[in-house]
């Protein structure tokens, strides 16, 4: 039996012009791909997945706060990350993000996780392009702890243990639907959905 099809979009919120020529702010273009993501929902899209940037050209730097906005106007459309760039982030931030949005959402959250092919939030937020690899490996391998939703023990050499924690708040029902956007690079970008959980 084969899965059926299922359709969705992609956005990071490009800055585009008006009718006039114009160039949008960065607020319309936010409300904007709120309307957008309500009538995808409307016509029955499956999934809308928002990009995490952090420079002029895109409005998204924060996917997780747009995504809250969709869920309260939206029934069934699935909300993500496309992606969120876990290099630059804090797993349990990340996972704590997701997990208010799948509650708020009624469990329709999904997170997409990268490397960051776009590489502006590195320093912006003070992590060293040097550690791009290791920095995605250590952080993905924590998250992927946090999963399981019990109390987490865990080291690495980037970031202070764990030592059985638990992580607030739960999801609700099951496990946060988790993927892996790979295929990109620090020179070039692709992110196909890749599960890591089922």
Known sequence: MTAPLQFGLDTF??????????????????????????????????????????????AISSPETVLAAIAARTKRIHLGSAVTVLSSDDPIRVFQRFATLDALSNGRAEVILGRGSFTESFPLFGFDLRAYEALFEEKLDLFAALLSQKPVTWEGKLRPPLRDQLVYPPVEKGQLKTWIGVGGSRNRWCAPRITICP
């Open 13 to 58: 919120g490009d800055v585009t012009r008006d009718a006039s020529g114009a160039m949008l702010a960065h607020a319309q273009v936010i409300r904007n791909v709120v309307d957008e993501a309500v009538l995808a929902d409307e016509l029955g899209l499956d999934f809308i997945g928002l990009g995490e940037h952090h420079r002029a050209d895109f």
